[in-house]
């Protein structure tokens, strides 16, 4: 739930921000007739709506498992994740590309620049105020690991999803400042038209960026490696259990893990002792790790299991 709260801070802080800012570059864009100016404000509009859009598939990840989703309702915000990397994708890059493209074709003389820089500054300060909320929140969620490998790892999106529209709007704001600045120095109006065909490619490329992680998690991820450990260690502490063969898992939510146990248990247990044996394994598992929301357990002789593993590994690296 921590983690939660952490995500949810950092997505209002980025909508409050970004709503302000889309207003003041709208405006800016209007007094000066900027091309790069509109392009930036199109995408403070879509990164408000995006972080509108996160905190609903937040909301509706956390409701509770039904008879048509018996197994929760977790993977909606990776749903509405994609969601955003196409709009990042389609309203952001598109909209800036096609007003750069139109900026180029018919050329408008700038009046009143001084707005646009003014209105780049602020719009840096709170930017980056943003930015640095989702940076320091990211960083106690990757630990120790590589930033990629965070990301690539990460089964919560909220957070790298704020993180990089922050990222990509600085980006943004630096290509702005020196499409409007150029144009202004050199006299070339065309310049300005240019920087929102650059606003759109580092749009596309971190909408491209996120659709591929949430298309990851949307079909579906293991559990880490220290998590599959951890659980193995638990079910063959039990000495019911002979061998704990292996453990299949996905994330449907980022901290929701459903997990199906392959257990060689001891032969002369009856039904009711094996019965109690997952009874028991289920509850010191609810207690030690919460984020096991379902327990699936096949009792399974080693060889079998070995065997099974095999097959699917062989599937692999066919496919």
Not at 53 to 72: F, I, K, Q, W
Not at 197 to 206: K, S
Not at 219 to 231: D, T
Not at 259 to 283: K, Q, Y
């Amino acid at each position: 739930m921590a983690g939660h709260s952490g995500s949810r801070r950092v997505i209002y802080a980025a909508l409050a921000g970004n709503l302000a800012i889309a207003a003041t570059k709208f405006t800016a864009a209007a007094l000066t007739g900027s091309s790069a100016m509109l392009s930036e404000g199109v995408h403070s509009l879509v990164d408000t709506g995006n972080g509108a859009l996160l905190l609903y598939g937040m909301h509706r990840a956390a409701r509770p498992p039904d008879r048509t989703h018996p197994l929760g309702h977790g993977r909606e915000l990776y749903f509405w994740s994609f969601i955003v990397a196409l709009l990042v994708f389609a309203l952001g890059a598109g909209v800036s590309f096609y007003e750069g493209v139109i900026h180029i074709m018919a050329p408008e003389p700038f009046v009143n620049a001084k707005v646009n820089y003014i209105v780049l500054a602020l719009s840096f300060l709170f930017e980056g105020s943003s930015w640095l909320l989702a940076l320091k929140e990211f960083r106690q969620q990757k630990g120790k690991q590589g930033w990629l490998q965070a990301v690539q790892s990460s089964k919560d999106p909220s957070i790298y999803t704020v993180l990089f529209e922050d990222s990509a709007a600085l980006l943004g704001l630096a290509v702005a400042f020196a499409g409007i600045l150029s144009a202004q120095l050199l006299g070339i109006p065309e310049l300005d038209g240019l920087g929102s065909i650059g606003i759109a490619i580092i749009l596309g490329a971190t909408a491209i960026f996120l659709a591929r992680e949430s298309k990851g998690l949307l079909l579906g991820e293991p559990a880490s490696p220290e998590v599959q450990k951890r659980v193995l260690a638990i079910v063959q502490d039990d000495p019911a259990v002979q061998r704990a063969n292996g453990i299949l898992s996905v994330h449907i939510g980022p901290e929701e893990i459903v997990a199906g146990l392959s257990i060689e248990f001891e032969d002369h247990l009856s039904a009711p002792d094996i019965e109690a044996c997952v009874e028991r394994l289920e509850a010191r598992l609810k207690k030690e790790m919460p984020q096991i929301s379902r327990l699936f357990v096949k009792p399974q002789a080693t060889g079998t299991w070995q065997r099974r593993r095999k097959a699917m590994a062989e599937a692999s690296e066919e496919g």
